[in-house]
């Protein structure tokens, strides 16, 4: 077990998530043993996985002298609500770059002249409710961590000393949250004496599942992590994964982590990054009617919609134990409503 506990640390959610069975659902689907890992109900506003990851950034931030927090996203982002709770938390100043956002028919829906998105809601809503001290969208496809960098610049000469966090937090630094996690999962299967086969979980910018996948080998684990891409090709996204994991294994001086331990499925993104796919519905509606766990659309929804996918065409023995990260991102939902309209 890697010693996570010498370095610098804050702490936002008290004690381990739950790990709860989804009885109704297993049955439904007539498979494995589905087990759900509540990561929506960390802590700061509104939860997801990015609180355990700004426990670690927020820490190093703050051992830099930093007083200010720069960071990058899409006008829904989860990362971008998370880090500005953070700074509310730690009375840091907080600057958002953002990304346009594109509409179910995947056209961007540009700012406002004001720079605002056209809908006031969702996250967008709580970056105004959480007081940003700046917001600014740009187009689809926009150099945010470019902008972010060159902004983090503009602050410094104003004499504040500014600590820019990567899209996601997805850095070593940031998947130290979840090296932390996989031993905290461990502990709760050793206690509830459970066998788990895999663990299903949503791979964006990577940092949850290289920081798991990274976590589970330094205790020596060989639960696989299916990774299920919200954007990219498994040819694109499983190059992430596995430079990530090496980068943390060294940080933490673990031996070599195997790389086929880095998979990252690519079926079931569908058109794009966010933008809905039917499975994405399918998937939503039936955790919420089985077991009245909403999901997000962007991220667990589409990731929800693999395992299904993957429990249909038999990929689990049926007393296998299957274990799903809920990583939140349910104030999204409100955002994307007319998907399930
Ligand atoms: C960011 C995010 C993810 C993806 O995590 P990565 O570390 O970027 O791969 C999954 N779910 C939600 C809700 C997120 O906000």
Redesign the pocket.
Known sequence: MVDLNTLPRRRYTNGPTALEHLERLSTQLGGPQIWIKRD?QLGLTQG???TR?LEFLIADALAQGADTLVTAGGVQ???CR?TLSAARREGLECHLVLEEDLGSDGAPIPADAGGNPPEHTGNFLLFDLLGADSTEVHPNGSDLIARATELAGELEAQGRNPYVIP????NVI??LG?VDCAQELLAQFAEVGLDVSSIV???????????LVAGLHAAGSLIPVV?IN?SRTQEDQEPKIVNLVDEVASFLHLPLVPRDRSLGLGDYFGTGYALPTPEMVEAVRLFAQTQGILL?P???GK?AAGLIDLVRQGRFESDDNVVF?H????P?LYARAGAFA
Do not use: E, R
């Open positions: 929506d997801g996985n990015k990851k982002s989860n990362h998370l899209v996601g937090g997805s940031g998947a979840y979980a949503p791979s964006g910018s990577a940092g949850m599942q290289a920081g990774g919200v997000d962007v991220y667990t990731a990260i990583s939140g991102g349910v999204g």
